[in-house]
C-alpha cells in the first residue's frame, strides 16, 4: 500500500507514486520490495533479512537510512516480537513487513492524526508514538496487579502468585528494553547524519526520545517494585517460620522439666521413699500443673507468647 504525507495520510496508487511531490509512505512485503526496490531510487546495497531481526536499529548507509524494528506484543510482550524492517530518505520510507504489523500502526496514525505542518519528520514521530501509545496504562495496570499482591502479603496471605510475578518481570524486562532500542532509534534519527530531515523538525524525534524516557524510567519503577515484593513475601515467610519455630521452642523448654521429673522418677530405685508414699502422684501432678504455668507466665512476661 503507498501513502502520500498530506493533511492526513492519504491512499494513493503505485503509478501515482512517481507523480506526486509530497513525501510518501510505503508498505511492501519482502517479495515486493525485491521486485520495486530500483524503482524507489534509494541507495540500498544490502537488502533486509527479515528472518534476521532481533532488536530495533537504525543504521545509516550513504544514500539512505535502513532499520529494523521488534515491537513486542503488548497482550504478551514475553512472546515472539513483531517484526519488520524499513529503509528511508528524503523522499519517503518504505516499510517491509510480511506481516501487518507496520500496516496496523500506519493505519492507526490514519485515523487519528491531522497534521497542519505535514511532514516525514512529523509522520515518524506519530509512527513511533502509536507504538508506545498504550503503554503508560499497561504499566498502571502492572502497577495495580503489584498493589494487590502487596497489600494481600501485608494481609498475611501466603499464597503469592509468584509465577504471575515472575510473568510480570518478564514484560517488564521486554519492554525495558524496546524502549531502550527506540531511544537509540529516534537518537540516529536526530543525528541526521545524511541530512533527509528538515533541522526545524528534527524537535519531532527529542519529544520522543523524552516521551521514551519516561516509559523507561516507569518499566525500571516496576521492575524495582517486583523485586521489593519478593523481598516482602521472603520477608513474610521468615516471619512466619521464625514464629512456628519460636513456639516450638517454647513447648520443648516447658515439657524439659516436665521430662526430667518422668525421668527421675522412672528409675524405680528400690529405695526412693517417695514410691511407698500415698501423696507422691497427686504431688507430681501439681509440680507439674505449676512448672507449666510458671513457664507460660514468663514467657507471657517476655513477650514470646
Known amino acids: 500500500m503507498f501513502f502520500e504525507i498530506d493533511e492526513t495520510l492519504r491512499e494513493i496508487d503505485r503509478k501515482d507514486l512517481k507523480k506526486t511531490d509530497k513525501q510518501f509512505v510505503a508498505v511492501l512485503t519482502f517479495e515486493e520490495w525485491k521486485k520495486m526496490r530500483d524503482s524507489f531510487e534509494m541507495g540500498i546495497d544490502i537488502d533486509p533479512d527479515l528472518s534476521d531481526i532481533f532488536l530495533t536499529k537504525a543504521e545509516v ?56 505542518l505535514p511532514s516525514l519528520e512529523r509522520f515518524l514521530y506519530d509512527f513511533l508514538d502509536q507504538i508506545v501509545k498504550d503503554d503508560l496504562r499497561l504499566m498502571e495496570r502492572y502497577e495495580d496487579e503489584l498493589d494487590r499482591m502487596e497489600q494481600s502479603i501485608i494481609d498475611g496471605e501466603d499464597n503469592l502468585p509468584s509465577e504471575r510475578l515472575n510473568d510480570i518481570r518478564s514484560d517488564i524486562r521486554y519492554l525495558r528494553i524496546h524502549y531502550e532500542q527506540l531511544m537509540d532509534l529516534a537518537q540516529e534519527f536526530e543525528e541526521n547524519e545524511n541530512g533527509f530531515f528538515k533541522l526545524e523538525n528534527l524537535r519531532y524525534f527529542r519529544l520522543f526520545i523524552n516521551r521514551a524516557e519516561r516509559l523507561h524510567e516507569e518499566s525500571m519503577s516496576l521492575r524495582d517494585y517486583t523485586m521489593q515484593i519478593r523481598d516482602l513475601y521472603k520477608a513474610h515467610l521468615d516471619l512466619k517460620q521464625n514464629r512456628i519455630m ?51 507466665l514468663f514467657f507471657k512476661k517476655k513477650k514470646w507468647l
Do not use: C, H
Open 61 to 116: 548507509n550513504y544514500d539512505s537510512l535502513t532499520g529494523t524494528f521488534a515491537v513486542p506484543d503488548r497482550k504478551n510482550p514475553s512472546a515472539d516480537d513483531l517484526k519488520f524492517a524499513f529503509v528511508l530518505d528524503e523522499k519517503g520510507v518504505v516499510f517491509i513487513d510480511d506481516n501487518s504489523t507496520a500496516l496496523e500502526i500506519i493505519k492507526g496514525v490514519q485515523r487519528t492524526k491531522k497534521w497542519k
Open 246 to 296: 519460636t513456639l516450638l521452642t517454647i513447648v520443648t523448654t516447658i515439657f524439659m522439666p516436665l521430662t526430667l521429673i518422668a525421668g527421675w522418677y522412672g528409675m524405680n530405685f528400690r529405695f526412693m521413699p517417695e514410691l511407698n508414699w500415698e501423696g507422691s502422684y497427686p504431688v507430681v501432678i501439681g509440680v507439674s500443673v505449676a512448672i507449666v504455668i510458671g513457664s507460660l
